[in-house]
């Protein structure tokens, strides 16, 4: 494959997941009326899943610095892999449950939009980063990869960390 077919792809997936997380988080299809019982174990899942990317990240990270490359390669693909396990957890509990608020008269409300908001962008933003990062190092495009990666080793572990943030501040107001 040629860049021009990997970055057209790469925009083909990310608006299409990007577009499928809009219309099942906004509800625009109907969720069913049951909702089984695992779903409402879903956000410890995700945060869970989050917080493994962020270590994982993390000790990618060190590998890389360390010459690893092996190791660099595989715990970005476990970390691939589990953020891709998060994105599919997210949809099914966002599709399924019924949005919990944060209370609008905690007085840390402005500090929780603010993170919330900034992950949601930043999560929005890294997926093409994340792809042709993973495209770049898999093809043995070093230089590229590493100035791509520049960007997108803090978006993602700042979503991932983020994530983690969102869950712990939520939860005490989920009602199930």
């Not at 997926?127 to 230089?143: E, T």
Request: with cysteine; hydrophobic share 55%; aromatic share 14%.
């Amino acid at each position: 494959m040629n860049d021009r077919t990997v970055f057209r792809l790469v925009f083909a997936i990310s608006i299409i997941v990007f577009v499928l997380v809009l219309v099942l988080n906004r509800k625009l299809i109907p969720a069913p009326s049951d909702v089984p019982a695992f779903v409402y174990s879903l956000p410890k899942l995700n945060a869970l899943l989050n917080a493994s990317c962020t270590v994982l990240l993390l000790f990618s990270f060190m590998a890389i610095k360390r010459k690893d490359i092996t190791l660099h390669k595989r715990l970005n693909i476990t970390a691939f892999f589990f953020s891709s396990a998060f994105l599919i957890s997210y949809v099914c509990y966002h599709y399924l449950a019924a949005e919990t608020a944060f209370p609008q008269n905690n007085p840390i409300r402005p500090i929780y939009l603010f993170i919330l908001i900034s992950h949601i962008i930043l999560a929005a933003t890294v997926l093409p980063l994340i792809l042709l990062s993973f495209y770049r190092g898999l093809n043995n495009q070093v230089a590229q990869h590493r100035k791509l990666v520049r960007w997108t080793f803090p978006i993602w572990l700042y979503v991932t960390v983020t994530g983690v943030v969102v869950y712990l501040m939520i939860s005490p107001y989920y009602s199930h």
